[in-house]
């Protein structure tokens, strides 16, 4: 099963893959939790990455395309996978093209004045990096795993303010990009994740 989860900053693509991807077995690849790896680790491509997240800008094309396409050749991809943050440009998105083909996209709509509040209010595990919002969860370490929570360097206001208009330049487009090909399908992100989860797994039940 190969899918691609589409949706603003603090949709909630994060908390719904982590279910979905343990329901399918599938894979969770995150674009956006790679770099911040290769920034942890210090390597050559997370000092190039630091500096355009920080800002709340995409990285380039050329360095992302590159680092999915290894990733997608990995052992645990085997059952398949699902990609949250990437594509995030029509450039992304035509390069992919030529990787591998795609069974579904899963565009996660969330209303753009929810999205702050969202990500203002996250939380995310050093640990396993499963995400957690304030207004659920008062502690300051992960119920899984027991590692410290931290606020993302990105969830600045003034950065989020700019991850959203970047979003809207760049990447909503892709949603008429894969409507147009027939493998566009919607979710209301805007209901409690459970419900999001089970509007999700009754789409992607059918690809099983
Ligand atoms: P990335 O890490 O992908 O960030 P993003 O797309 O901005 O999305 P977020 O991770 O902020 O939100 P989310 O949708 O995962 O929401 P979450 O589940 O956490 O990218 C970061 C940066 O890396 C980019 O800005 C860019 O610089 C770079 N990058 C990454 N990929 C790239 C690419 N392909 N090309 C170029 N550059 C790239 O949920 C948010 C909060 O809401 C949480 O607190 C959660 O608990 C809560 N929540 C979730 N669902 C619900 C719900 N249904 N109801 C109430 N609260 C909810
Ligand atoms: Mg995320």
Redesign the pocket.
Known sequence: MKLIFL???????????DKVCGYHGIAHI????M??GEIREGTELGME?KD??EK??????EV?IGM?EHRIHAQDCAKGFLL??????VA?ADAFQHISDIDMVIN?DVPAARLID??G????CSGCGV???T??YAGNTCERCGAKLFI?D??KPETVKN?IL??ERLTQPLIAYYEKMGKLQTVN?????A??TADILALTEKLV
């Open positions: 949706g603003p900053p603090g949709a909630g693509k994060g908390t719904q893959a995150s674009t956006g939790e770099l911040r990455a355009y997240i709340g800008e995409l990285v380039p094309d992302i999915v949250d943050g990437f594509p995030r440009t992304q996660i969202r990500i209010g996250r939380r995310m995400g957690y919002h207004s659920t993302r990105d969830d991850r970047v979003y992100g805007d209901e409690t994740p419900e999001v």
